[in-house]
């Protein structure tokens, strides 16, 4: 007997929780970027790749962070901002 005769009946299969496709078909359905989180949690081994880009979000989401600070000028004063180091 092959190993796909001994499966048992019905079959478990596993859905997205986003798309409610199963996790192989994730990538061509329309809400793959929104499958990810879900997929890391439930699925990680299928996309190994996915683990990868964990550290680009990292730094995405700092490099939004500082795009968005800004620096005021409205410091009275303040820590030493006026050059003169005479103590």
């Known amino acids: 007997m092959s190993d796909e005769e001994k499966q048992s009946y019905p ?3 596993t859905y997205c929780g986003v798309c409610g496709l ?4 994730c990538k061509y ?5 929104k499958c990810i989180p879900w997929l890391k949690a439930n699925a ?4 190994p790749e996915l683990a990868d880009e964990e550290g ?10 500082l795009a968005s600070a800004s620096v005021d000028d409205d410091d009275e004063g303040g820590a ?3 050059g003169d180091d005479d103590d």
């Open 80 to 82: 030493g901002g006026d």
């Open 56 to 65: 680009d979000a990292d730094v995405d989401a700092a490099s939004a962070a």
């Open 44 to 47: 990680p081994g299928l996309y």
């Open 29 to 33: 359905g329309p809400k793959f970027k």
């Open 11 to 13: 079959l478990e299969v």
């Open 22 to 25: 199963p996790p192989e078909y």
